[in-house]
């Protein structure tokens, strides 16, 4: 077991943080995972942070006056690039602050699953004054994170539009979902590739179209079909269980870890966690494939209302 050591003195239980919400700070609590979301929807959310500022600076040895700020900074798992969001100095001259946070992520630079930080730093470079105190600027004297997981926590899955009848696919189908080998280690991104058939005339449509009844059927079609696949698959791998999920979120995405999401946002029930989801929808598909199928459409809401 790995334990962080510090190299300057953090606070006691001195900020008091509400759950994030959707929109704003009066809004619904934001969930885990976000089913319906889509690549050009940003993402809004609030909070109220509360901080006792002068029992936090006596925790950290820092004088009553430290400078100190609030920041807010979030990531997607497909680039690690952080991106700050919110900064708000912190009063200098009282006991207390209470904080209303609001962020907005553009969509544009999301996939994958996004980590939204908050934490407290020291705002200003101090004199040392006694040791294990901070006095750099950036010292980050406190924080958390929260998770949410976009479309299966997968990012953008690889795309490439071919000529089925030039590939030697079946003319009249609408995509083929490849997947490499059996290795559930490997890097999902370079094991996974969906073709999509530009000689079938709906899917050139749905295709060229940004929205509207066609298109919206058949990406949920596609959608279907990518969870009932792959999952379907690891389910039918007695090899997968003795897969080892990594320890490291932010790590290369493997085909395990890309089946665990989809089971975790789609498939498993409130309270079960994604192995044992998988133990039961192994038992379940074994005995009434049907079944596994119905519960794949009811997780990824299929049929959705089209939109015009």
Known sequence: MSVRVWPYRKPFDR????????????????????????????????????????????????????????????????????????????????????????????????????????????????????????????SVLWSDQKRIHLEGGAGLLPVAPVSFKEAGLPAGSAWYVSMDGGDWQQAAMGSLLVLLNEDNPAVKQAMEAAQGELSGMVWSVLEVDIVTDLVGRALDDDAFVDETPSDDPDGDLTMAGLVRALVRTYLARPGESAEQAIKRLRDERRRDPSRFRADVHAGVRFPREATA
């Open 15 to 138: 900020v008091h943080t509400e759950h994030w919400r959707s929109g704003d700070a009066t809004g619904e609590p934001a969930p885990d995972a976000l089913t319906a979301w889509d690549y050009t929807t940003d993402i809004t959310l609030g909070r109220v942070v509360e901080i006792d500022l002068a029992e936090l600076r006596k925790d950290c040895g820092l004088p009553g006056d430290a400078p100190l700020r609030l920041c807010v900074r979030y990531w997607p798992s497909t680039s690690l690039l952080r991106k700050s969001a919110f900064v708000e100095e912190l009063p200098s001259n009282a006991d207390r602050a209470s904080c209303e946070v609001q962020i907005s992520a553009d969509s544009a630079q999301l996939g994958g699953f996004l980590t939204v930080e908050t934490l407290i730093e020291l705002a200003a470079d101090l004199p040392a004054v006694e040791p294990f105190v901070a006095t750099r600027a950036g």
